[in-house]
């Protein structure tokens, strides 16, 4: 079963109507945006001059970093083939960065991948992502009543409150984060609840994180249910999805998505480690090699599913100097400004760990003399979205030049 023809069509097939979207996208983004004008100018190239995958591969990405300063150094509408007016949405992100949504029909494309997940007409889910200002919780909602299901818009936090939703109404499908579904469920057996007899869940669907394939089994075991993930950014939406065979995630049919050396922007050989550049079929907001930033590579193997996109083999870390923690990028130059008002605060690291099973965000904090780390936790979570533990220690503990960011976590 599959959501549309596209999934099975031969790869030949599939690249001739990719390429006609990505051209799609160069000719909007020469006539609208003027940030691919400049790169274009600095090419010495016009959009026409593109004329295979191999030349499209030689445009230089877009780096996140930098659309992040030039959507603060030119606004918005510098990106955009039209008028923001004409958009359907406009979300912010951290960064902060905007996301801007147009009107097409299943902008995001999440769609096949819920369906490929197993999620079907009358299925109830409870989506935990939020829908304040981040587009996570709204970019995964319409895709499900597409596919028509309801949805229960539980946003996230009030884990009580989502205990209460999952036992007392039928839902049978939960959209969030994995880790964020096993604290329901420990939560739920503290209540004196039994995750496998007293919910009503038959699957999840989960992103925003890396899924240790530990985590995985866990929260299968716990609830009795299938989890499957996708893998998407706020910026282009869905970039790949997991069908029922597992083994990797399938390419969305509505991105063009490359494997690059992050120094060169250049593809690397298949099955190589790289960035993943992605390029949305957007017109609106043309975003042409976008660079996620995050580390993949391509499994070229076909897959008993019968869909014949290739696959990423998953999240293998972060090309550059940010890490996602429980859904979130930390970047370390949003963070500095937290510091900046810390003036007893003379060196700082901050060091992503994992321990026992969860994600913890600890600050290391070289000081000389004492300050209010519970303000400071609460002023850094309002810029950040996490809540870290702080760490004292004496001017000159951190290394001379140490890294701003550290991610200390492994991922089998
Ligand atoms: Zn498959």
Redesign the pocket.
């Known amino acids: 079963m599959y959501y549309t023809e596209y999934e099975t069509e031969p790869r030949e097939k599939r690249m001739k109507r990719k390429w006609k979207g990505v051209k799609d996208v160069l000719a909007a983004a020469e006539a609208g945006s003027g940030e691919f004008r400049e790169r274009l100018g600095a090419l010495g190239a016009c959009a026409r001059d593109f004329k295979d995958w191999d030349d499209y591969a030689k445009i230089p990405p877009l780096r996140k970093k930098d659309l992040i300063e030039w959507q603060r150094e030119h606004g918005i509408g510098w990106f955009l083939n039209g008028r923001p007016g004409e958009l359907r949405r406009i979300y912010q992100s951290p960064g902060p960065i905007y996301d801007p949504e147009g009107r097409e029909p299943d902008y995001w494309a999440w769609s096949e991948g819920f369906f490929a997940a197993g999620f079907r007409p009358g299925d109830l889910a409870q989506m935990t992502f939020s829908y304040h200002m981040t587009p996570a919780g709204l970019m995964l909602e319409e895709p499900l009543r597409d596919i028509g299901c309801a949805v229960i818009p539980a946003g996230p936090g009030n884990t009580e409150k989502q205990i209460e939703f999952l036992t007392e109404l039928p839902v049978n499908a939960f959209i969030g984060m994995a880790s964020y579904l096993k604290v329901i469920g420990e939560k739920a057996v503290a209540l004196g609840l039994d995750p496998l007899a007293d919910f009503h869940l038959e699957k999840a669907y989960v992103a925003a994180e890396p899924l240790p394939e530990s985590l995985r089994r866990e929260v299968q075991e716990m609830f009795g249910i299938t989890v499957r993930q996708g893998y998407g950014t706020a910026d282009v939406g869905c970039i790949a999805y997991e069908?029922r065979?597992l083994g990797g995630m399938?390419l969305s049919n509505y991105r063009h998505v490359e494997i690059c050396d992050p120094a060169t922007g250049l593809p690397v050989p298949d099955g190589e480690v790289g960035e993943v550049v992605v390029t949305p079929f957007f017109t609106d907001y043309p975003l042409v090699r976008l660079a996620t930033g995050d580390l993949s590579s391509m499994d070229l193997s076909h897959?008993?599913?019968g869909?014949t996109a290739r696959k990423l083999t998953g999240w293998k870390g972060r090309a550059d100097d940010t890490t996602k923690v429980k859904g979130q990028f930390i970047y370390p130059g949003q963070a500095a400004t937290v510091f900046s008002r810390y003036p007893a605060i003379s060196g700082w690291q901050i060091r992503v760990k994992h321990v026992s099973g969860r994600d913890v965000l600890v600050v290391v904090a070289e000081t000389a003399q004492p300050f209010d780390t519970e303000s400071f936790e609460a002023d850094f979570q309002a810029t950040m979205k996490l809540r870290p533990v702080v760490e004292t220690c004496v001017p000159g503990t951190l290394p001379e030049n140490a890294p701003r960011l550290v991610d200390e976590r492994t991922f089998d």
Do not use: N
């Open positions: 069908c065979e399938h897959c008993a599913c869909r």
